[in-house]
């Protein structure tokens, strides 16, 4: 005896190809690099402020003021990514939808 589902599967997306082809990956030069630039500017901002600035008090304060100036634009620009994310979700739900 043979089991069905109690639905019947609908592919939503009947034209989507099942593989995804290298030249349309789903990456960018856009706020992906800056992201990446942003974490790059904070692993080596001890390494130039302690080259630029010689007292240690300053230096050490220079050194947090970057980290946690690097650590908050870093949550902005994920915060921005993923408030696009849901904004094109519901675009594809209103669509889909109608």
């Given at each position: 005896m043979t089991r069905q589902s109690a639905?019947?599967?609908v592919d939503a997306y009947p034209d989507a190809s099942v593989r995804q082809s290298f030249q349309s990956?789903?990456?960018s030069i856009?706020?992906?690099s800056a992201g990446?630039?942003?974490k790059m500017a904070g692993i080596l901002s001890p390494l130039i402020?302690?080259?630029l600035v010689k007292d240690n008090e300053k230096r050490w304060r220079w050194i947090?003021?970057?980290s946690v100036a690097t650590a908050l634009i870093s949550e902005g620009?994920?915060?921005q990514r993923v408030l696009q994310q849901r904004r094109e979700r519901e675009e594809e739900r209103r669509e889909?939808?109608?």
């Open positions: 639905q019947p599967f990956a789903h990456s856009g706020a992906g990446h630039w942003i402020i302690g080259e947090r003021i970057a620009f994920h915060t889909w939808h109608r």
